[in-house]
């Protein structure tokens, strides 16, 4: 299965928006419309921000978005709070019913 | 509520299997997928595959192929993820979830699967 790209760490202060990256390949990423984004604390079960591309589940912050374009999925987080430190995940659909994630990004709020 | 409750933390030695089971409620067992995916210390998560609870048909990553299986009991809405061979790179948080085929929606709350000499 294919490597999906997340930048190490990311970093802002509290108010300001940043943007994780997720590269991945034209076998995943590119060809459809289906990744979701994942947020993680220490010791706890990850938690579904966004799927299919864009789309908020019920009782998720509108300060989390998602975008895409190319090889290449966005998640954005607006207003940074303390609460939003943690690690992130981008999970793409591969085809052939398989899902690959990324590497993880670590979020510092400063 | 849809929830995921997973077995206990287990130790095992290298060479021998682990099964985690991951008990289902608050939704129809039968209708999504269970995905199982794991964490190992100081590393990011990686997708292991995942059984259709409907029929019991399953698709494993390569990594594991061969290596892995899922099983599942409808009538206890119970689903199983069974590693064998273990090394110490098994050692990891094991987590089951529930989804559709292309998105994992709830998860489980992990078990730590240490492999040991």
């Known amino acids: 299965q294919s490597a999906v790209t997340q930048p190490a760490s990311v970093s802002g202060s509290p108010g300001q928006s940043i943007t994780i990256s997720c590269t991945g390949t034209s076998s995943d990423v590119g060809s459809y419309n289906l990744v979701s984004w994942y947020q993680l604390h220490p010791g706890k079960a990850p938690k579904l921000l966004i799927h299919e591309g864009s789309m908020r589940p019920s009782g998720v912050s509108n300060r989390f978005s998602g975008s895409k374009s190319g090889n290449t999925a966005s998640l954005t987080i607006s207003g940074l709070q303390a609460e939003d430190e943690a690690e992130y995940y981008c999970c793409s659909y591969a085809g052939s019913d398989t899902l690959v994630f990324g590497g993880g990004t670590k979020v510092t709020v400063l | 509520q849809a929830q995921l409750v997973q077995s206990g933390a287990e130790m095992k030695k290298p060479g021998a299997s682990v099964k985690v089971s991951c008990k289902a409620s608050g939704y129809i067992f039968t209708s999504s997928a269970v995905h199982w995916v794991r964490q190992a210390p100081g590393q990011g998560l990686e997708w292991m595959g995942w059984?259709?609870?409907?029929?019991?048909?399953?698709i494993y990553s390569q990594n594991f192929q061969g290596r892995v299986t899922f099983t599942r009991d409808t009538s206890a809405t119970t689903a199983y993820m069974e590693l064998n061979s273990l090394r110490s790179e098994d050692t990891a948080v094991y987590y089951c979830?529930?989804?559709?085929?292309?998105?994992?929606?709830?998860w489980g709350q992990g078990t730590l699967v240490t492999v040991s000499s």
């Open positions: 979830a529930r989804g559709a085929i292309t998105v994992i929606m709830g």
């Open positions: 059984i259709n609870a409907a029929n019991g048909n399953s």
